[in-house]
């Protein structure tokens, strides 16, 4: 086996190892990205009111 | 003491404009110690003579317990303080960190199955740490069920904050369970009064990722409680004019 595939294979137990690292970060993103869209949605939809507003 | 602090903590203003400096040094924080940490715990620590590789999930797992239980305990605290003292930004804290913690456990507990498969030779056994932190889960389920179901938010936080500080019950049995029970859980990997059992170079890493995971609950958790607020105060001045300036 090459190096790199050696590398992500560790010995057997490299499914174990990146499922948990790949889930885990999809957890993390998830917990900053959903915030960060609701903020957005709150700002557009105050900018949306506001044009109303003027016209 | 000056009671003029505890009024200003409990200010949803002061808090949004304190949290907002914070909150991009925390994000860095974050950033940099679990990029550092996950690439240290998966290339250049060594593997454990006992279970090899499979080993390099504590760097995941460990963290998201550590976050799972500390979180539980700060949503007691912000119970009380909600409950005595009426604070509203406890109550915000609160509601805020609860969907967090239940992230971390879920975390814990799924890296945890699949770590006990190589190791255990089972994904899952009915054993007294496990099972005390699914119900930890489910105690994180119905604090948010619970905050939706009830539309005023007053009753809504007497009841939380109330479930809330029952539940604390279940962290010294998370926390004693390896020790009072048989199980297939290995003891605590840390502790304050003793040193590591492993290497340097194993838990090095182990720290810089606990520390990681506390920041990034913190920007979590300040990026949710801001946008609280924000809801919350919607009709205030001060917010009217926050939002004009985003908007």
Known sequence: MSGLSELFDMGGHGVYVWSCYAITLVVLVLNVAQPWLARRRLVNEEARRRRREVM | ?247
Not at chain 2, 32 to 60: E, H, M, T
Not at chain 2, 78 to 101: E, F, H, N, Q, T
Not at chain 2, 206 to 213: A, D, E, P, S, T
């Open chain 2, 1 to 247: 003491m000056k009671w003029t602090f505890f009024h200003k903590l409990g200010s949803p203003k002061w808090f949004y404009d304190i949290s907002g400096r914070w909150l991009p040094w925390f994000a860095v924080a974050a950033v940099a110690l679990l990029a550092v940490g996950s690439v240290w715990g998966l290339f250049i620590a060594p593997q454990d003579y006992q279970q090899g590789n499979s080993f390099r999930i504590i760097y995941i797992h460990v963290p998201a317990a550590f976050v799972a239980q500390s979180c539980y305990v700060m949503l007691a605290v912000a119970g009380i303080v909600s409950l005595v003292w009426r604070m509203k930004l406890a109550d915000v804290a609160l509601k805020c960190a609860a969907p967090i913690g239940a992230w971390m456990t879920f975390v814990a507990l799924l890296t945890g199955a699949i770590w006990g498969k190589p190791t255990w030779g089972t994904y899952w056994v009915w054993d007294a740490r496990l099972t005390s932190m699914l119900i930890l889960l489910f105690l994180y389920f119905g604090i948010i069920a619970l905050g939706q179901a009830i539309s005023n938010r007053d009753t809504a936080a007497k009841a939380t904050a109330v479930l809330a500080i029952v539940g604390t019950v279940n962290i010294p049995i998370i926390k004693y369970s390896v020790d009072w029970w048989n199980t297939l859980h290995q003891p605590a990997t840390f502790t304050i009064t003793e040193k590591p059992a492993m290497p340097v170079e194993m838990w090095l890493p182990l720290l810089l990722m606990v520390l990681g995971f506390y920041a990034l609950f913190t920007v979590s958790l300040f990026m949710r409680m801001r946008l609280e607020v924000l809801h919350r105060e919607h009709k205030t001045r001060w917010v009217r004019d926050v939002l004009e300036k985003l908007s």
